[in-house]
C-alpha cells in the first residue's frame, strides 16, 4: 500500500466522524522505484491531503517532506519539492502493518501491501 | 511478441477465488475492442471492483501501458484472498495495482469521487436465492441474488459517484439481469450506453456494456463514430451465424 491510497482510505464503521487519516503502524517498508512524473504530481497535488501524506510518510521512516506545500505556482519550478512529494506519495510501500482509526481504534491489517479494510458485521 | 492481455499461466489461483472464465475473457475482449478508444481518451486512474484472480486488471494495464505508461490503477475485492491473489498474478507480469480489500469501494467513495476515468467490473451475476449474496468465500464471486442483481444495484450509485466527467464503465452482464433494465437506471443517472460484446456459451448469454456520461461530448461523439455501419454490420452477421451454429 502506498501513500497514494493511504491519502484515499476512510474508516467506514457507522457513526465514526473522525474518519479521515487512518494512522498508519508500519511493520515492513520497502521502497521500489517509479519513473518520475512530474504533470501526474501536479495534477494529484489539489487532491491529496497534506498533512495526511505527511504524517503517513513519517510513520513510514520518511521525514523528508515539508509541513505544508509550497504555493501552485512555486511547486512548478521547485523541482526538488516534486522529488520528495514523489518518493513519499509513489516509492514508499507499506507491506506489513495497520491502518488504525483515529475514533475507535480499530486496525485495519495491511498484510503482504493489501490493506484489508472489510468491516465486521456490528461495524455497518 | 508483447501480449496485449494477461497470459492465462502466470494468472495465480486458490480454492476460494473465481477463476478467469468466460465472463473474464468477454469483458477483456470488450477492453481490447475499445482499445484503441481507451488510449485516446487518455485515463489518468482506471480501476476494477472485484478483481478476484486479477486477470482483468492485469489485462487491461497491459493493453494500455505500452501507449499510456503512466495511468494508476486501482484494484479492490472483498475477498482478502482475491486481493492476495490479485497481486501474486500483478507482480507475475510485471506491473502493479494498489490493491485494497474492500466491500465494492466502501472505503475509497469519499475521498475518490470524481476521479476515476475507467471503471471495469465483472460483477457476481447469477441468479440466486438472496441468503446466498455475500457470502465468505468463492461463492460472492458469482452469487447474485434475485435476477441476478443484488451486487450490481448496489453498485451502480457508486460507480455514478466514483466516474470522473470523462469517466467510462465497462459492465459484465447476462441477459438473465435485465440489461435493458441496467440501461435505463444508468439513464437516469445520465448515462448512454452500448453493447461492447455479446457472447452466447452453453450456459450464459453475456453482455458486456459500457457506459458513458452524457454531457461527456467528446465520448459522445466517439461512441458514435464507432460504432459504424461495418461495426453493426459485422456483428449482426457474427449474431447469426452463431445462431445457425446452434
Known amino acids: 500500500m502506498r501513500l497514494i491510497v493511504h491519502n484515499m482510505l476512510t474508516c467506514n464503521i457507522k457513526g465514526v466522524i473522525n474518519k479521515f487519516p487512518l494512522r498508519i503502524e508500519a511493520e515492513k517498508v520497502i521502497k521500489k522505484e517509479v519513473d518520475f512524473n512530474p504533470d501526474f504530481l501536479r495534477h494529484m497535488l489539489a487532491k491529496i491531503e497534506w498533512k ?19 504555493d501552485t505556482e512555486r511547486v512548478e519550478s521547485d523541482e526538488s519539492f ?15 502493518g495497520s491502518l488504525v482509526c483515529q475514533e475507535t481504534g480499530r486496525k485495519f491489517p495491511v498484510d503482504k501491501g493489501v490493506p484489508n479494510m472489510v468491516l465486521r458485521e456490528d461495524e455497518v | 511478441m508483447k501480449s496485449r492481455t494477461a497470459d492465462i499461466h502466470l494468472v495465480s489461483s486458490h480454492r476460494e477465488v473465481y477463476e478467469p472464465c468466460d465472463d473474464s475473457f468477454a469483458l477483456v475482449d470488450a477492453l481490447l475492442a475499445d482499445q484503441t478508444n481507451l488510449i485516446n481518451h487518455n485515463p489518468k486512474l482506471c480501476m476494477e471492483i472485484g478483481s478476484g484472480s486479477g486477470y482483468v486488471i492485469t489485462s487491461l494495464i497491459l493493453l494500455l501501458k505500452e501507449s499510456l505508461p503512466n495511468v494508476h490503477y486501482l484494484a479492490t475485492d472483498t475477498n482478502p484472498i482475491a486481493a492476495r491473489v490479485t497481486n501474486e498474478t500483478l507482480q507475475a507480469h510485471g506491473v502493479s495495482a494498489e490493491v485494497v480489500c474492500t466491500d465494492i469501494a466502501s ?33 460472492s464471486a458469482w452469487a447474485g441474488g434475485e435476477n441476478g442483481r443484488s451486487v450490481i444495484d448496489r453498485v451502480l450509485p457508486v460507480v455514478d459517484r466514483l466516474l470522473s466527467e470523462r469517466g467510462w464503465f465497462y459492465l459484465v452482464t447476462l441477459t438473465s439481469n435485465y440489461p435493458s433494465e441496467i440501461c435505463l437506471v444508468m439513464r437516469e443517472r445520465g448515462y448512454a450506453s452500448r453493447i461492447v460484446v455479446q457472447r452466447s456459451t452453453e450456459e450464459e448469454n453475456l453482455i ?15 461512441e458514435t463514430a464507432s460504432v459504424s455501419f461495418l461495426t453493426q454490420f459485422s456483428r449482426s452477421l457474427s449474431s447469426f451465424v452463431e445462431k445457425q451454429w446452434r
Open chain 2, 208 to 222: 458486456v456494456l459500457k457506459f458513458w456520461r452524457d454531457e461527456d461530448e467528446e465520448s459522445v461523439v466517439k
Open chain 1, 82 to 96: 516534486l522529488k520528495k512529494f514523489h518518493h513519499a506519495l509513489l516509492e514508499l510501500h507499506l507491506e506489513e
Open chain 1, 52 to 70: 495526511a501524506l505527511v504524517d503517513g510518510a513519517r510513520s513510514m521512516g520518511y521525514t523528508e517532506l515539508p509541513d505544508h506545500a509550497p
Open chain 2, 107 to 139: 472505503c475509497l467513495e469519499e475521498r475518490l469521487s470524481g476521479l476515476v476515468d475507467v471503471m471495469v467490473m465483472n460483477p457476481p451475476y447469477v441468479p440466486t436465492p438472496e441468503y446466498e449474496v455475500g457470502v465468505e468465500g468463492i461463492a
